[in-house]
């Protein structure tokens, strides 16, 4: 028998597959984009200073990219196959768990390796200005290939033992978090109550983002090189035992066992959390059956809400340890900055991710085809979910736009020259115009996705690309074109005109692929959630594609005549 043949297999399908190629190519092209518009943007600096800022970016971008992978590509893949019910046709095969665990991770992560792949020869870039020194070159795409491994690992891992989509990728995030965030700040604290010079080492080895800082000459020479070798080290050993229990519980995990009393009892108890006893069930449901019936359908589940509120409580919690430990110092316009950016990515993200999901799930188990047989229509279905996303996420969104305009005023208030303030406050008038734009346009764009795609990850995903990456790309493209053009002009645009044309990009997203989803929504909702396994088109195709093609690969509806 050929070792890993389900390895061998997915490598031999995707050196065929079209993506595979367009995928490394255009990685490497927005790596040179970025990198063609940080060196027309900070020309006058020295090459030193741009290439170290310019390495530190790309090396942050990817390192994120690689640590949130998981999530993204392996959280669900044995999970999937579980409630799919082809997880177990596999093991009556002479399959081995390593051989399935192996092969899910090969089929599921080589999209992720191959961007990333193409990325690392990029970051040698700042190499050739000076500033960074081969050590860092090297030791950094280490630290990305080893963080790439630990998450797609992790990812896996847990989806052995979930069989829910959402849990799977909630228990991923988790885990990374725990492991690169949560531990250093336990340590940090541990440190700060004991009065300590120093984290201890202990609770920073495990995370990725504590190698990665070790990667740079600074930090490396003055903790030492073993640490940083134990780190990365430690690292990719956990992915190795992520691996390994993966392939010793996949093969136990796959049946449809009868739950324990113990079992039973806390379910039932999760359940009652979640959903209320009998009498609050009854109650919940006749209020907002009163109101619209998919709204009952969505939002029955009552911890939703909490767990926004409850995420933004921690958050509130570390900003409050940090003007505990630095007080005065902690209050200035980076940390409003960052904080302001933080909160409106989580925003964005969350909603996006909730928007589709719904819908997501029901076209694949075939419940929206029941649901559109009922009286409801289309456009009580598209006002339920907008009653949902208000229920869950109305009060954070009212909650972070204000913070949003406490740290307008906060930081004006430390501003002398007045050109600094009307800029400021320009600032973030937009962000939190654009914040309440975005989150319409994710409103109509994942809905729409979440019909089309195949499953509630490329539906958020999907929906992401569409109304934040895009108008992304296109302001550094029409800036490099900018600074292209005023080479060999005396033009200065100034910061208020980017921020102007940031501004305009993104509401223009906003409303052409709001407005273009409304309408397929409208117009195509049922055609969409009846074609569940139509086979997916092309790019050119959907793009080029005949008015009445639909997308998810769907044939146009011919009309009879009369």
């Known amino acids: 028998m050929t070792f890993l043949p389900v390895v061998a297999r997915e490598l031999r399908i995707a050196a065929r597959r079209r993506s595979t190629y367009w995928l490394r190519s255009g990685a490497a092209l927005v790596v040179l984009v970025i990198a ?73 992560s080589l999209s992720s390796l191959y961007g990333v792949l193409a990325v690392v020869p990029m970051l040698a870039l700042p190499l050739l200005l000076g500033g960074v020194t081969p050590g860092e070159f090297g030791r950094m795409a280490l630290v990305t290939l080893n963080t790439l491994f630990f998450s797609l690992t992790a990812g896996i891992c847990v989806s052995s033992l979930c069989r829910s989509a959402r849990h799977a990728m909630g228990m991923t995030l988790l885990l990374i978090l725990l492991l690169a965030a949560v531990l250093p700040a336990f340590g940090a604290w541990l440190a700060f109550v004991a009065q300590a010079r120093q984290v201890p080492v202990a609770f920073l080895m495990p995370s990725p983002g504590f190698s990665y800082v070790l990667a740079f000459d600074q930090a490396y ?50 359940r009652g959390w979640s959903y209320g006893n009998s009498a609050e069930r009854a109650a919940f449901r006749r209020r907002l059956l009163d109101k619209n019936a998919f709204f009952w359908l969505v939002s029955r589940a009552r911890l939703k809400p909490v767990l926004v509120w409850v995420v933004l409580a921690l958050l509130a919690g570390g900003w409050a340890w940090g003007l505990a430990k630095y007080r005065h110092e902690w209050l200035n316009s980076f940390i409003y900055l960052t904080t302001g950016i933080l909160l409106n990515l989580l925003m964005k993200g969350w909603v996006a991710s909730e928007t589709g999901r719904q819908f997501a799930e029901d076209r694949t188990h075939g419940a929206l085809e029941l649901l559109l047989s009922t009286p409801l229509t289309v456009r009580e279905i598209l006002r339920g979910q907008l009653l949902a996303l208000k229920h869950q996420f109305l009060g954070p969104v009212i909650l972070v736009l204000v913070a949003f305009f406490i740290f307008m005023l906060a930081g004006t208030s430390e501003m002398t020259v007045q050109e600094d303030r009307v800029s400021w406050v320009l600032f973030w008038m937009a962000l939190m115009g654009l914040m309440i734009a975005d989150l319409a346009g994710l409103y109509w764009a994942g809905m729409w996705q979440g019909l089309t795609a195949k499953n509630p990850n490329r539906a958020t995903s999907a929906s992401l690309a569409r ?16 600074s292209l053009v005023s080479l060999n002009r005396d033009v200065d645009l100034g910061p208020r005109f980017f921020l102007a044309l940031w501004v305009g990009l993104g509401l223009a997203a906003d409303l052409g692929f709001g407005a273009w989803s409304r309408h397929k929504l ?31 690969g769907m044939p146009p509806v011919i009309k009879k005549p009369g």
């Open 36 to 108: 063609a518009w940080f060196f027309l943007v900070a020309q006058n600096e020295p090459a030193h200073r741009i290439s170290m800022v310019l390495f530190g970016l790309l090396t942050g971008g990817a390192g994120l990219y690689c640590l949130f992978s998981g999530i993204r590509y392996t959280a669900d893949c044995l999970s999937e196959e579980k409630r799919e019910g082809t997880l177990g046709l596999l093991f009556l095969t002479d399959l081995k768990g390593y051989d399935v665990v192996f092969g899910k991770l090969v089929a599921n």
């Open 221 to 270: 020479k003055s903790l030492g090189p073993s640490a940083f070798w134990w780190s990365l080290l430690l690292i990719h050993g956990m992915g190795w035992l992520f691996l390994t229990l993966a392939s010793v519980i996949a093969p136990r995990t796959w049946q449809d066992r009868p739950a324990g009393t113990q079992q039973l009892r806390w379910k039932e108890r999760l």
């Open 467 to 482: 109304i934040l990456v895009l108008p992304w790309i296109a302001f550094a493209a029409v800036s490099l074109v900018l």
């Open 522 to 552: 409208l117009t195509e909702f049922r055609i969409a959630a009846a074609h569940r396994y139509a086979p997916g088109q092309g790019f050119w195709k959907r793009l080029f594609g005949s008015g009445q093609a639909t997308a998810a």
